[in-house]
């Protein structure tokens, strides 16, 4: 059942959806429309490349990514929302202490989005919220909410409903926030007055592009997935591939490096809300102290977390491999080097193939020739 006949003052709802989301954590709400077709050929193409490895579920909905008004029937605009995520106590100086992390290659880096709590969730139920306080006031209307939860082209509702400008990382910026934020939404069925879209500001800049540890941005705003340590630490399954290995480091769920060397991000604004706070334990922490974690201490460390999805088998795999690339910057019969040997060899006896392989690889680096 839609709404979609009843009469709103547009603006005037859109002004006092703002002040709402404002009050609920959100940065900024925009008014996209559902016409996405100019993205389709981009996306088809993704696609066809290959680009999106073993993430079935981008190919799986066909266009209907691109075509909200097919997803959710009725659909006329898409209210967008960003938040910012980082804590609270993020100090001025914060890309410079995330790079001084991949110097230590004893620790183990987990993307900032990921330290806090499970953005699905925050974002998922404050929308839920904008919702309810929206049909409070105009009566009920048809709706859905979504934050990375299903076939929605995000990151081009964003961008076309003025949240920011598609950097060539592919990453929605914006000069007063640079990127350090999710994007959710809220497709209704009552036509609201469009925001406009912002112009773009990468000029001449590729120093994301040039950052990338393992040229995962192949030409401005083309992301081929399979070579982000982003996908590969989370979304795939399966063994990573050997070449790509050493390129990880001590990234071990996520990766920041393209958003870090953005010159945009040090206008990227804290989060007043709790949630996205550093949980203890997720970061600074030593590989080693991670590698102990058994499945009981991972699901407790991680309640909340988005890292919790993948599971404690992938977390092993991750560690392993950065614990490999630690192997290779230690004298071969140091103590740090023999710790980890030690760590590392105390779990194959009862590790799956998959682990199996990665810690025999770990061990296999940084031997002497
Ligand atoms: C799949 C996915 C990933 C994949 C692929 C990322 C990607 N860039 O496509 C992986 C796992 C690698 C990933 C990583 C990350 N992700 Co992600 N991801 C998504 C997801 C679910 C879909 C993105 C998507 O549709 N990609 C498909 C391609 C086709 O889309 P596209 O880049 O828009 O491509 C357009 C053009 O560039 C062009 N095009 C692209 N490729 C090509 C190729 C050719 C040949 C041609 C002609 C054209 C073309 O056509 C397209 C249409 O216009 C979204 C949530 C959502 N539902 O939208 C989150 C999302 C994009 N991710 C997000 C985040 C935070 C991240 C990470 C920062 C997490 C981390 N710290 O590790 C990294 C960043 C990596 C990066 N540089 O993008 C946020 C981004 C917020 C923001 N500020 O923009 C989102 C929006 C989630 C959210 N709700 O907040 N992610
Ligand atoms: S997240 Fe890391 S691996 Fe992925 S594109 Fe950015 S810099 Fe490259
Ligand atoms: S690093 Fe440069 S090119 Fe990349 S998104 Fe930022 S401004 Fe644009």
Redesign the pocket.
Known sequence: MTFSSIQIDGPQVVAQIRDWARELGFSQIGVAGVDLS??????I???A?G??GD?DY?AAHGLR??RPAELVPGTVSVITA?MDYLGGATPADWQAVEFARLARPAEGIV????RGRD?HKV?RARLQKLQTRIAQHIGPFGHRV???????????L?ARSGQ?W?GK?????KREAG??????EIYVDVALPRSAPVTAHCGSCQA?IDVCPTR??V?P???D?RR????LT??HAGPIPLELRPLIGNRIY???D??LICPWNKFAQRNALPDFDERAGLSGQQLITLWGWREEDFLRHTEGSPIRRIGHERWLRNVAVALGNALRTWPAGGPAAQAVRAALASRAADATPLMREHIDWALAQGRPA
Do not use: K, N
């Open positions: 100019s993205a389709e050929a981009g996306l193409e993704w696609l490349q680009f999106h993430m981008m990514r691109a960003r993307s900032v989005y990921a953005y974002l979504f934050t990375d939860s299903a076939p929605v082209l995000e990151a081009e964003a920011g598609r990382h592919t990453l929605v910026l990127s350090m934020f999710f994007l959710g994301c995962a941005i030409a705003h083309r992301l997935a982000c340590i982003s996908y989370i979304e996520g990766c920041d393209c958003q």
